[in-house]
């Protein structure tokens, strides 16, 4: 059975640090983009960051550009998230997920068209960043 499993969320102050962590069960993440997207209230699903298996090359929401960075551990089948500076507007349940079509992100790798294409998901991990 396929399991992504993220852990390290929590609720912290505005200015703190969070390391967001996925855990893959059952498959190797070897062959697959990885990315984080963040679901707050509301309809729309955000794109966080992926990082590619080819080459790990990395892609941020503009957002989180110079705050978050992502990176990943094949070999512990893992991949993070750390997260600096966070604020009010970070809060949300944070996702992982593995695209199964690509072993690049791609510039487009957070358009919803192609959201269909990221096969296994985590159960999600909640932020809370309150004062």
């Known amino acids: 059975q396929v399991q992504l499993v993220e852990s390290g969320g929590g609720l912290v102050q505005p200015g703190s640090s969070l390391r967001l962590s996925c855990a893959a069960n059952?498959?190797?993440?070897?062959?697959?983009?990885i990315a984080w997207f963040r679901q707050a209230p509301g309809p729309e699903r955000e794109g966080v960051s992926c990082?590619?298996?080819?080459?790990?090359?990395?892609y941020y929401a503009d957002s989180v550009k110079g705050r978050f960075t992502i990176s990943r551990d094949d070999a512990k089948k893992t991949v993070y998230l750390q997260m600096h500076s966070l604020n009010p507007e970070d809060t949300a349940v944070y996702y992982c997920?593995?695209?199964?079509?690509?072993?690049?992100?791609?510039?487009?790798?957070?358009?919803?068209?192609?959201?269909?294409?990221?096969?296994?998901w985590g159960q999600g991990a909640q932020v809370t960043v309150s004062a």
């Open positions: 990082i590619s298996a080819s080459d790990r090359s990395t």
């Open positions: 059952g498959v190797t993440l070897t062959d697959y983009a």
């Open positions: 997920a593995a695209n199964l079509m690509r072993r690049s992100c791609g510039s487009n790798w957070n358009v919803i068209a192609f959201n269909h294409e990221y096969g296994y």
